[in-house]
């Protein structure tokens, strides 16, 4: 297992649980990991070390985490020295790793998307935010950690937004490139594939809440909790997904030479006449969308994974019905821009049943104290058979586990409880708790 955050140990508890009798390794993993696995302190972007490691320990199977390493060629590296791993090349990775080619791609294929335009210099950039309607998404091209969109309610914004990221290079030489692109009204989806490049399995179907506080405003983050199944992904939108956005892109990457095998993640848009825009595709299993959608998954995980990495197709993954999931991140103050870090994390010996406690941005000290290290510190997942009771399990988890400056948004899952008619329980705007 390549990567060290909520996602990966949620892989790791996954894959443990389908066999108990592995070795699993993780580069760098994190304290969570640790009781799973072999951490291994290798950084997850660290190919040449990675590759030597698998070499050692003689590895039959690795999966990538994170979109830098897969961003970076490590699938490549590791297939070139004949072995199995699951996660694209490098050249199918640009799908994330540029906007610029996600949206070439996009474009070419006919799939719904905002309409948008690329550019490398400030003067066409600021014109075309002057020309067209408010809002207006800008976005960097470029890798930025889940950072990198800014939604602009009005052209000065907007312009404000291309001036930082071309000019003033806040996001470094991600924001060279930016994308400038119409807003897309609806409701936003993360539809996970599990693909070999062709057919496609899918992973049960969740909401991400991207932005920082309660009630979906602030800034975007990386994401700050998420829940599982929604209504909104019925079957017969899976099936629009599948025709109108899936198929056609990974015939448009095979046609380019760069055939996608791994996880194919779009973020959807849908409106109300029930079309799938495209906001995004990632090249990875999102974070925390996989802490709250492998908790759901009954079986079959090892073998899509293993199947995929041979290039023998895909496989059905099974999942458990008639339960849902809902995962809540506790961040550390200052998320996203400048999180605090070093507080000593205090959790529940036992966690609750149905509660999973998944480590993100945690480290264990000589001294053995659990410390925060990142900006999201953990996720904690429910399990139960109804959206409330999860929605209620996971908040009381999160108010449970202390460390100084924790944020959380207690509000996850409030569009699924105003459908589900439990909306008075779901307070949009109420304080962060600290
Ligand atoms: P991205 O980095 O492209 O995933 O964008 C991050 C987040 O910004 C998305 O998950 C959406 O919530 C929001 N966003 C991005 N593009 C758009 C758009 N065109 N219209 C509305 N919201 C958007
Ligand atoms: N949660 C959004 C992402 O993984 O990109």
Redesign the pocket.
Known sequence: MVGGGGREHALCWALRKENPEADIYCAPGNPGTADLAANLPIAADDIDRIADAADMHGIDLTVVGPEMPLARGLGDRLRAEGRAVFGPSAAAAQIEAS?AFSKDVMVAAGIPT?ASRTFQELAPALAYVDRHPEPL?V?ASGLAA?K??V?CLTRAEAAAAVRAMLDDRVFGDAGAIVVI????EGE?ISILAVTDGTDVELLPVSQ?H?RLLEGDSGP?TGGMGAYSPVAVATPALLDRARREVLYPALEELRRRRAPFAGVLYA?L?VDRQGTPWV??FNCRLGDPETQVVLPLVAGGLTAAFWKVARGEGVAPIARRIGEASVTTVLASRGYPDRPEQGAAITMPAFPPPGVTFFHAGTSRGADGVLRVSGGRVLTVTAVAPSFAEAQRLSREASEAVEFEGKIFRRDIGWREAARQGAGAEVQAGAPLAS
């Open positions: 906007k905002a998404v976005k889940g990198g969109a939604v692109e119409a807003f897309l936003e991400d991207k975007n973020g848009m906001v995004e």
